[in-house]
Structure formats: structure tokens, C-alpha cells
């Protein structure tokens, strides 16, 4: 039995986010091209202050965009890739630090549509840490999930970072086929981003 069509709205946040936008893509830069290159990086971006030592707490939403944006302009040949492995990263640590044992164990288990619902009620009541000042909604219907972040305001066109976090966290409790599609986006002069996550 599929569970009922639902949509939560969260309101717009304080306009920060969660240190991992920062931390997850430094980290990435570092491996891919070494620590020099991450320093310089952090340097053109702004952020020298993290040179000794990476965020630990929320964070302005402008020091992740910043980075981000950076590493597009440094590294326009693989910064999808360096972003979307941030995003993996990132959903590795909400699982290791942010998600109890229990209800991953629980979420696996379930049918992926009641899996699916329960995980976007839980991201809805956290948006703030991933959207910042944008609004974030999301509506679970028959195989899918639709999310938006409205003024998203770290947004790079095609949202790698965002898409990794999503895919890595529904393969991982709701369904290992779930697909993410980014068919909206502010990177690209949309007005919201719009991802769709299937497992059909």
C-alpha cells in the first residue's frame, strides 16, 4: 500500500548553512589536487580565515556559495564531480552524526514510499541548514519525490552539490535505484531549483 500524497513548506532560515558545504568541498579539492591548490582556493574565495582551521558550526551561506563558486571558475574541467563527491560526503556525515541508528535501520526497511515520506519530513524540519535563506518545500507522490529551494542561495548551475547529498541519502534509506533529476535551477536564472527523486 502506498502511503497518502504529502507536502511540507519550511520557512526561510537565518541565512546560514551547515559547515559541510565548506568543509566536504575543501576536503575533495585537497585529495583531487592537493593541499596547495586548496589553499589557494579558500584565499580567492574569501575564506584565508579557514586556512588553520574549517568551520565547525553554521556558517554565512555567502562563505559556501563563495567557495563553490570558486572552485567552478578554478576547476571548470572536474568541479561537478569535486562538488557532487562533497554533496556524497556531506550525506555520509548526516548518517554518521545526524540520523539515529534506528531510524536508518527502520527507513531501510520500510516500503520505499512510507521511507521516502518519513526522510523529507525530517530534511523539511532541518531545510535551514542546507537551504539558508531560501524556502524549501517538498511533496511526496507516487514513486517520487519533488523538492524546491526557492532562492537558493548556493546555488551552482546544475546544483552537483545538492544532487550528491539528495541521491546519496535516498539510495541509502529509501531505495538503492532512486535517481535524482535537477530540472530547475537558480544557477541556470530559474527562480527556485526543482529536483525530482524517483525509484520507479
Known sequence: ???????????AGPGKVGPNAIIQLAAVLREAHGA????????AAGLARYLD????????EREAAALHRTV??????????????AGERTADYLLAHRIPRAVQWLLRRLPAGWAARILVRAIARHAWTFAGSGTFSARVGPGCVRLEIAANPVAMPGCPWHCGVFTALFRRLVAARAVVRHERCVGWGDQACGFVVSWR
Open 1 to 11: 500500500m502506498s502511503p497518502p500524497a504529502a507536502a511540507w513548506v519550511a520557512p
Open 36 to 43: 596547495a591548490a586548496e589553499a589557494a582556493t579558500l584565499r
Open 53 to 60: 582551521r574549517l568551520p565547525s558550526r553554521m556558517t554565512d
Open 72 to 85: 567552478m571558475d578554478r576547476y571548470a574541467a572536474d568541479w561537478e564531480d569535486l562538488s557532487w563527491r
